[in-house]
């Protein structure tokens, strides 16, 4: 079967910086996505590797190795809005994505 | 004003009633999604629509059925609404010319509550 993980919730520091991890298995690769999502608000995109290496985006960068199955959304400077959900998705050899559950970032002062 | 919209944004009702979400869209885009989200678990896709006169099932089809009125227009229905149909919908666009992305565009989301 197809399956995303990553953990279900982390704590960080205002200020700080935090790693979210993501593994997958999945048939076949067409890219990875990071999204984030507001509680009861709608995901909002923040990025998409489909090359090894790390891509760099303001404050977030996101990294993928093929080869491990893994990725991972490094947030730096943490804010106080930076409090959300942030999920990880796939997308098969069909072309279809696969979502892992999402991690919950809580930011403390 | 959201270029995804959906309606209702909350609904309450009985097992057994038929229930319809709607969504439309102004970003032009010829694919559209229905998803659904419950605590623990990733994004699940219902159905999904690559233009108007194409539906395709998702991984969880069973219990819905949808119709694209109009390429800004997809609905989701549930004939006869069970309990475990309790969550949260979104509906999402994507434009096939940014396909080397796969940016999805969501709405603001359906929270349905089945008793």
């Known amino acids: 079967g197809q399956n995303i993980d990553q953990p279900t919730e982390m704590t960080a520091t205002e200020g700080a910086i935090v790693q979210i991890n993501c593994t997958y298995q999945?048939?076949?690769?067409?890219?990875l996505f990071w999204y984030q999502q507001h509680a009861g608000e709608a995901p909002t995109f923040l990025s998409y590797?489909?090359l090894d290496g790390l891509e760099e985006k303001g404050r977030f960068s996101s990294f993928l190795s093929r080869s491990k199955g893994y990725s991972y959304l490094l947030l730096k400077e943490l804010q106080m809005k930076d409090s959300a959900s942030y999920l990880c998705?796939?997308?098969?050899?069909?072309?279809?994505?696969?979502w892992g559950a999402g991690t919950k970032l809580i930011i403390k002062p | 004003d959201a270029d995804v919209t959906q309606t209702p944004r909350n609904r309450i009702t009985k097992t057994g009633k038929r229930i319809m979400l709607e969504c439309s869209q102004t970003?032009?885009?010829?694919?559209m999604y229905w998803y659904r989200q419950d605590p623990g678990l990733g994004l699940r896709l219902i159905y999904y629509?690559?233009?108007?006169?194409?539906?395709n099932k998702g991984e969880i089809s069973d219990g819905y059925s949808v119709s694209r009125q109009a390429q800004a227009k997809f609905s989701l229905s549930l004939e006869s609404a069970i309990p475990n149909q309790t969550a949260l919908y979104f509906c999402?666009?994507?434009?096939?010319?940014?396909?080397?992305?796969?940016?999805?565009?969501f709405g603001e989301g359906s929270r349905l509550t089945v008793l």
């Open positions: 999945t048939s076949g690769f067409n890219g």
């Open positions: 629509s690559f233009d108007v006169k194409d539906i």
């Open positions: 998705a796939v997308k098969d050899s069909n072309y279809q994505l696969i």
């Open positions: 999402a666009t994507s434009d096939p010319e940014q396909e080397n992305t796969g940016e999805l565009f």
């Open positions: 970003k032009g885009h010829d694919r």
């Open positions: 590797n489909v």
